[in-house]
């Protein structure tokens, strides 16, 4: 697995799943998601990252692949 990613983590316990949330290239490479900057809304948990094309922006999981995207594009 690669050592720059995220990972679906149950709540409960805080365990780290092998499930992988997100491997985009630009994030996996350029950033690190601070932990203390994520949040859970409703099954679904939300982190700052850094992505090339974007910048620092707002990123949403529900722990698929597919469902790991930008939450919206607010950079000035």
């Known amino acids: 697995m690669p050592s720059s990613a995220n990972y679906k983590q149950d709540p409960v ?7 992988l949330v997100s491997q ?8 690190k998601v601070d932990s ?3 949040g859970v809304s ?7 990252a850094y992505d090339s094309g974007y910048g620092r922006e707002l990123w949403i ?3 698929t692949y597919e469902g790991t995207g930008l939450l919206k594009d607010i950079q000035l």
């Open 13 to 19: 316990d805080k365990s780290q799943t092998d499930a």
């Open 24 to 31: 985009s290239d630009s994030i996996a490479q350029h950033s």
């Open 36 to 38: 203390g900057q994520t």
């Open 42 to 48: 409703s099954g679904r948990v939300v982190f700052a």
């Open 61 to 63: 999981s529900d722990g």
